[in-house]
């Protein structure tokens, strides 16, 4: 059975610091392409950041230069650290494991979510 369970949500002043975790079971870690995803109330869910099973990261424009991914293989846990945040960062942050083959997704899971809030 698949899981992916955040941590790390909560209430933070403007220009603060949070880190999310994300720890995945069920799944061989190693060979799954990482993302953190979120949504905030009226608006699509979007990507944030991704890291690939080669260490590669790739950010949405909101988040470069604040945000960073990372990955940390033998505890099958993959991080978002946010830094200098905003109120428009506040949403639900979802983390993402994907496995992709010949260009067509394998296996798409996703966890529960952890909620985000930027306000004074």
């Known amino acids: 059975q698949v899981q992916l369970v955040e941590s790390g949500g909560g209430l933070v002043q403007p220009g603060g610091s949070l880190r999310l975790s994300c720890a995945a079971s069920?799944?061989?870690?190693?060979?799954?392409?990482m993302g953190w995803y979120r949504q905030a109330p009226g608006k699509e869910r979007e990507l944030v950041a991704t890291?690939?099973?080669?260490?590669?990261?790739r950010y949405a424009e909101s988040a470069k230069g604040r945000f960073t991914i990372s990955r940390d293989n033998a505890k099958n846990t993959v991080y978002l650290q946010m830094n200098t945040l905003k109120p428009e960062d506040t949403a639900v942050y979802y983390c993402?494991?994907?496995?992709?083959?010949?260009?067509?997704?394998?296996?798409?899971?996703w966890g529960q979510g952890t909620q985000v809030t930027v306000s004074s």
């Open positions: 069920g799944v061989i870690f190693s060979i799954n392409d």
């Open positions: 890291i690939s099973s080669g260490g590669a990261t």
């Open positions: 993402n494991a994907r496995r992709l083959r010949l260009g067509s997704i394998l296996n798409d899971n």
